[in-house]
């Protein structure tokens, strides 16, 4: 009995593991990124790119920085992607995994539909958003 017991335990372990690592592209409901993002000033982001916002091309959609900084604690440690590619700070990335601020970076999909999170060189996790999801976005 002792061993069904720990069998059905570590199953419902691996499958919460596997849950906290699933697809986070599926909430759409901004408000939730309230609990995890705090308003930046003066970051590594704001120093970077040159006459445009910084921002990054993923699967053929542009995301920009929105000034926030993610302040998540238990993230994936799988990766969705990484910046390959750069062009000039004054221009807006025309292919995936392109960025107007360098490449080498990480980033995961956010929690909130229409975000990514790029990791930068400090370390630190930046949010981006589509146009449209930046215009709204108030954690």
Do not use: H
Not at 119 to 128: E, H, I, K, R
Not at 129 to 136: F, Q, R
């Amino acid at each position: 009995m002792k061993k069904f017991i720990m069998l059905v335990f570590m199953l419902a372990v691996g499958m919460f593991i596997i849950v906290a690592c699933g697809d986070k592209t599926t909430k759409s409901d901004v408000s939730d990124a309230a609990v995890t993002d705090v308003p930046i000033d003066n970051t590594d982001m704001d120093k970077i790119g040159g006459d445009i916002c910084p921002c990054v091309m993923v699967n053929g959609v542009v995301y920009y920085d929105t000034g926030y900084k993610s302040t998540l604690d238990n993230r994936c440690e799988d990766m969705d992607g990484q910046i390959t590619s750069e062009c000039s700070g004054s221009e807006v990335p025309t292919e995936d995994n392109q960025s107007n601020f360098g490449k080498g970076y990480n980033y995961q999909y956010g929690f909130v539909e229409g975000t990514i999170e790029v990791q930068m060189t400090d370390g630190n996790w930046y949010v981006l958003a589509t146009e449209e999801v930046k215009a709204n976005y108030k954690p």
